[in-house]
């Protein structure tokens, strides 16, 4: 049986197709909120405001609910928002199919700034679900992590210079 060496090129392909599925997945939900004409997001702020154990009523939590009650009003913000992020995405997964550098880099700072929270939520309240999202992140934050190459023992020639 062959075995499958990871490259860093196959790196960064694993990487992008991992961020389509995600941008083709933040289409399908952003349709399907659409579709739903209700508060969803005011109820899923609502929900996250729980979670964190803020006071609604207070200042800032207050603007945000007002926020997504807005934005659950104006469809069009809210399409221009999950398209700006699927973009983002399939952006990102162009770069790294081409090997791009600076797609390697968004990709770190992007799935890297998620993991700290993910990990508090998966301490707060273990779960297959928080447990899946962080170990996703983390596979994606590994896979992209920079190596260095170790020195070479052969002299330099313009081959392999």
């Not at 005011?42 to 405001?49: A, F, K, P, R, T």
């Not at 104006?74 to 952006?91: M, P, T, W």
């Not at 990102?92 to 993991?115: C, H, K, N, P, Q």
Request: with cysteine.
């Amino acid at each position: 049986m062959k075995k499958i060496e990871l490259t860093p090129r196959r790196r960064l392909r694993i990487v992008a197709c991992i961020d389509i599925f995600k941008g083709v997945v933040i289409i399908a939900i952003t349709l399907g909120i659409l579709s739903a004409h209700s508060h969803v997001l005011e109820n899923g702020g609502v929900s996250l405001l729980r979670l964190l154990d803020l006071d609604p009523t207070l200042g800032a939590p207050r603007k945000f609910l007002a926020f997504l009650h807005a934005a659950d009003d104006e469809h069009g913000l809210l399409s221009l928002a999950a398209s700006i992020y699927a973009l983002l995405r399939f952006v990102e997964a162009y770069g790294l199919w081409f090997t791009r550098d600076w797609a390697r880099w968004l990709g770190l700072i992007s799935s890297g700034m998620y993991v700290p929270f993910e990990l508090y939520y998966f301490i707060k309240g273990p779960s297959w679900g928080t447990f899946s999202v962080l170990l996703v992140n983390l596979i994606v934050v590994w896979l992209l992590w920079p190596r260095r190459r170790l020195p070479s023992n052969q002299p330099k020639t313009p081959e392999n210079a």
